[in-house]
């Protein structure tokens, strides 16, 4: 059987990031379009397009902003 490569810890938060990035966009961007408009028709093709856009946006975010927020939470830490 062919062993996978493990990943280093910065690949596995790296990775993080940008799952948890796309995920919460893909259901933010659904939720707040159904409560605007509906779901009706085109409403598909409007939600790949505004989650696409929103994508341009957290994802980059997220790799500036979960950094930030490690390093305040760990002020905190015993």
Avoid: N
């Amino acid at each position: 059987m062919k062993q996978r490569k493990k990943l280093t810890s910065f690949q596995v938060q790296a990775l993080e990031i940008l799952l948890i990035s796309v995920f919460s966009t893909a259901i933010m961007s659904c939720g707040v379009l159904w409560i605007k408009h509906g779901i009706g028709h085109g409403f598909l093709h409007l939600w790949m397009k505004e989650f696409f856009l929103a994508c341009c946006i957290s994802i980059p975010s997220g790799y500036l902003i979960v950094p930030l927020v490690v390093l305040y939470t760990k002020r905190f830490k015993e």
